[in-house]
């Protein structure tokens, strides 16, 4: 039997032999630091036995797939010690997720905050304890049998939802066993220590509000005790960015109960949603899109033949209208569709790029909505482009240049995902591999590096996705590029080629904020509410000395309000350093204080969120600096803490 190895090298074995024994062979560190197996691809326990010839990776948790590995053993390890601590605790789920692990449960009495650290410390002694983790299998029967025993019915009814005949197994660690597909470390030492619990959040068996709510224990874990100390870093500074109190405390928008997960903007924050959507429109124009607008409710039929009554019907809201169903619209690309449709195409017109800032419901679940992140109203900023299929390659290039002008503009670094056709989708498999092969050359020929994301693309076509860093580390997926060959056929969109004949265009998607609602959010908290000028909703604040300069103050507003130059005046009989105070808490980008020197002058005192004090200046000339700065949308970089490092 022969196994290759990542390397090209190769291992030779005359009998059955597991993942851990040739990690063994290859090295005692490697063994020791193993947290999963890839056999041919895909991802096994490292107790499997290989009895053929094959391919083997070992993982450990620097790897993606290792590291989840060690959280999934993490979130069993939770699950024990709460069962010791807590004995009547029912037990629902406990997976690994992006940033760390959670386990569900349905504690006799309320876990509570201060519980953590008692929790944390049982899981510490249940990793000295070292017990090596077992994996068997039951029949069905057996299985449901054996966790009505243990008076765990979360977990008797997620076996009895198994189809028949499914393989049911479970993972057993000293007195503790848990239903589980794995794939798990070999023993609990493995997850070291460098965990930590997290937090506590409220959790609908399976997500639904019908079901009880469940105690969700977040928590986290990594393979070294820095990268713990970075993450728990990043997040606390994350809690001071919190768009929700940011939000609040600037004046951008509010959450009310009259409309669970249907944010309202106020005055400073429509600023900012309209500073956004001009500069949408702006490079759109220069990239050749024209703009549309759809109607927000359609009738039924529409939806039926775009495949979103099947494959969406859960997350739409409907009415009645004359008798007849309709659909407030969770997307926009059927309206598109039926512009294209609404007049005679040649391949001259082509490509036609449509955008559209179209107004979006989707129903999220109540205990999925988070502030401006997850809500169920939103502007999607769409585009569909119609083309022939010799212009795939090139309209997908100019949309990934596009969205990287976005990106770049805000100083966000971000990384691609090629996501391929999941199992809900519709359309043959021709056309599918077809679409899938267009999207991969285009990111091949633009020296793009991306991961393969199986499984993970729209139901109607594979997709490219960008995932954006912010600067505290944290990644948000945002702009989007799928490729649908299945709308124009579901509608039978045409245009006329160059031979006369009439030809099926092909269709793409995009996005590049994606929900301009969650865009702002993460912007809120990449610049910590601190926006850069051009983007800011107040962006100059006139700050008189007293009373006796407001009519100089006022001058100073109108040239500014006369320039263009969104500003403020603080004409309260406060003191100045009180007034500036509460302009530097409003992140306002510059303050102009005006006193008797200035009047005298004709200048004002110049003081910004970057630099601090930076001296006098003639109005005009302050204006005309200004306005370069919000015209080239700079972002200046904040030098005020060197400064008074330096005095």
């Not at 989007?480 to 793409?508: N, S, V």
């Not at 610049?527 to 983007?535: D, K, M, V």
């Not at 500014?560 to 306002?588: F, H, M, P, T, V």
Request: aromatic share 8%; charged share 30%.
């Amino acid at each position: 039997m022969k196994i290759t190895l990542k390397d090209g090298s190769f291992k030779e074995y005359d009998k059955p032999v597991s993942a851990i024994e040739v990690a063994n062979d290859i090295s005692a560190g490697l063994a020791r630091n193993a947290c999963l197996a890839e056999i041919d691809g895909k991802e096994a326990d490292l107790r499997t036995v290989m009895d053929k010839d094959c391919t083997l990776n070992i993982l450990t948790a620097k790897d993606k797939g290792g590291l989840s590995a060690l959280r999934h053993t993490a979130s069993h390890i939770l699950a024990q010690a709460v069962k010791r601590l807590y004995p009547d605790t029912k037990l629902a789920i406990g997976p690994s997720i992006a940033d760390g692990f959670y386990y569900d449960v349905d504690p006799a009495a309320p876990i509570l905050s201060e519980d953590l650290p008692k929790i944390e410390a049982e899981m510490k002694k249940i990793i000295k304890e070292d017990l090596s983790l077992e994996r068997f299998t039951l029949p069905r029967d057996e299985a449901i049998k054996f966790m009505q025993e243990r008076e765990e019915p979360y977990k008797v009814e997620l076996i009895e939802d198994l189809p028949e005949g499914e393989e049911i197994s479970f993972y057993k660690q000293g007195e503790f066993t848990d239903l589980c597909a794995g794939p798990h470390l070999m023993s609990t030492k493995g997850v070291g220590k460098a965990f930590k619990l997290m937090n506590l959040a409220g959790a609908y068996w399976r997500g639904s509000e019908k079901n009880k709510m469940l105690t969700r224990i977040y928590a986290t874990a990594f393979s070294s005790k820095e990268e713990l100390e970075a993450y728990v870093t990043m997040m606390e500074e994350a809690k001071k960015r919190d768009h929700r109190k940011l939000g609040r405390e600037l004046g951008l928008f509010m959450l009310h109960d009259a409309g669970p997960g249907f944010p309202f903007f106020l005055p400073k924050g429509m600023v900012l949603k309209n500073t956004l959507l001009d500069y949408w429109r702006e490079i759109h124009k220069k990239a050749g899109y024209v703009e549309i607008s759809t109607p927000i409710i359609l009738n039924r039929s529409l939806w039926e033949t775009s495949g979103h009554w099947d494959h969406y019907k859960d997350n739409m809201y409907t009415t009645m209208v004359d008798e007849q169903d309709f659909a407030i619209k969770p997307m926009n690309c059927p309206g598109g569709v039926l512009v294209y449709a609404s007049e005679p195409r040649s391949y001259r017109d082509l490509p036609l790029r449509m955008g559209e800032l179209g107004v979006v419901h989707r129903h999220e679940k109540s205990g999925q909505l988070h502030g401006l992140m997850r809500v169920r109203c939103f502007t999607q900023d769409d585009a569909h482009i119609f083309m022939t299929p010799e212009q795939i390659k090139d309209e997908i290039k100019g949309v990934a240049h596009l969205i990287n002008e976005v990106y770049s503009l805000f100083g966000f670094k971000y990384h691609v995902e090629l996501s391929t056709r999941p199992e809900n989708s519709m359309g043959s498999d021709e056309d599918w591999e077809m679409a899938t092969d267009g999207l991969r050359s285009a990111l091949d020929e633009l020296g793009l590096d991306y991961v393969v994301n199986e499984g993970d693309g729209a139901f109607y076509g594979p997709k490219i996705d960008f995932h954006l860093e912010d600067s505290i580390g944290r990644t948000w997926q945002c702009g989007t590029i799928q490729l649908d060959f299945q709308l124009p056929q579901r509608f039978e969109l045409e245009y006329t080629g160059a031979d006369g004949e009439k030809h099926r265009p092909i269709m793409i998607h995009r996005v590049a904020f994606g929900s301009i609602e969650r865009f702002i959010g993460i912007l809120i908290e990449h610049f910590a509410g601190a926006f850069p000028t051009w983007l800011a909703p107040v962006q100059v604040r006139v700050l008189p000395i007293s009373e006796k300069y407001a009519c100089y103050a006022h001058s100073v507003k109108k040239a500014l309000d006369d320039a263009g130059i969104r500003c403020e005046l603080d004409n309260r009989s406060e003191k100045i350093g009180y007034k500036i105070r509460e302009a530097q808490n409003q992140k306002i980008p510059y303050m102009l204080i005006v006193g008797q020197k200035e009047e005298e002058e004709n200048k004002v005192s110049v003081r910004s969120r970057f630099a601090g004090d930076e001296g006098a200046d003639d109005i005009n000339s302050f204006i005309e600096s200004i306005k370069e700065e919000i015209a080239s949308k700079t972002i200046r970089e904040v030098t005020v803490e060197k400064k008074e490092e330096n005095k």
